[in-house]
């Protein structure tokens, strides 16, 4: 009998349910808006019937499902399926495995969000023929996750490779974590709005404020790498400050983990002509020969299905460990 696989990507704006077969193939998939101002038991609700609309599209009872899994922010305690925060719902300590399981009675497993993604790219992307390689997503902030001898590594309380929030300036800005001078202050989405706003306020590119339409809240990393390919310089080295400090990132990721592989993905890359070359250079200059001889560096290849894809690769990570 065929084995199928429920994954549930749950993000502050939208819920994305699919159902998978044992080799990741999505058969069938749900959305719905995540709806977050209408309360926690809303939110519960919808994740529901993302799952039933699923198991109807595909004629499936959930008998027929060996195990869901769920991709979320954190912070996270994953051994007891808990969603202790999250910054995009107004959840706090919301038991989601038991939730789940009690209603459909399949077994489910929880992983953050960024760990998901890794497991993604290593078993159906980029890292499908390696055994050990660092997933970056390069977004709003910056995520990551590790795997080492094809199997995620979470760290001891499920808190590892939060690569974003290593601290590369203590002088630098403030992070939203508390702390100064993370990387994520430096070398993400929110980062480079900061910058560009920072340079339309001291009159130095008019040219980002015109494609924002006039609007200072419209201006993000998407407008500010518009500019730069229409020749601002401003821009231009907004980005170049964003690849260096990137650089000095990846050099440590290179220097503590010694990965054959480094896969970059997030909505920030979109816009990776204008940064990445810098960041490889700043790479090499600050890690290790022995390491950066045996490294590539790829893009992410699951692009918007990413999400899904992790919360499919959750469920079915016992599997593809057996038969990897």
């Known amino acids: ?59 499936i009872a959930t008998g027929h ?36 399981e009690n209603k459909f009675n399949i077994k489910t497993v929880l992983e953050n969000d960024a760990n998901a993604a890794a497991l993604a790219e290593k078993w159906f992307g980029a890292g499908r023929d390696v055994d050990d390689m660092v997933y970056l997503t390069i977004s709003t902030g910056i995520g990551g996750g590790s795997v080492i001898k094809k199997e995620l590594f979470s760290g001891y309380s499920n808190n590892a490779c939060e690569i974003g929030h290593t601290v590369i300036d203590p002088n630098g800005p403030l992070c939203g974590c508390g702390n100064h001078g993370c990387l994520e202050s430096f070398a993400s989405g929110k980062s480079i709005s900061r910058m560009a706003k920072e340079a339309v306020k001291s009159k130095q590119s008019d040219l980002i404020l015109e494609l924002a339409d006039g609007d200072m809240d419209k201006i993000d990393a998407a407008v500010c790498a518009e500019a730069a390919r229409k020749g601002d310089k401003t821009a231009a080295e907004i980005f170049s400050t964003t690849g260096f400090y990137l650089g000095i990132g990846l050099g440590n990721v290179v220097n503590i983990f010694n990965p054959q592989l480094i896969v970059l993905g997030g909505g920030v890359m979109k816009a990776s002509d204008l940064f990445l070359d810098k960041a490889l250079e700043v790479m090499h200059q600050n890690a290790l020969d022995a390491s950066l001889s045996v490294l590539e560096v790829k893009k992410a290849e699951l692009g918007d299905k990413i999400g899904l894809m992790g919360a499919l690769a959750v469920a079915m990570k016992e599997r593809l460990i057996k038969n990897g």
């Open 1 to 59: 009998m065929s084995e199928y696989y429920l994954g549930i990507d749950l993000g502050g704006t939208k819920i994305l349910t699919g159902l998978g077969d044992g080799e990741g193939n999505i058969l069938a998939s749900s959305r719905r808006d995540t709806q977050a101002e209408m309360g926690e038991k809303h939110v519960i609700n919808n994740i529901f019937k993302t799952v039933e609309d699923v198991l109807k599209k595909a004629g």
């Open 65 to 100: 499902i060996k195990a869901l899994g769920i991709g979320s922010p954190g912070p996270l305690d994953i051994k007891n399926g808990i969603i202790v925060e999250n910054s995009n719902l107004p959840w706090k300590k919301v038991h989601i495995v038991e939730i789940i």
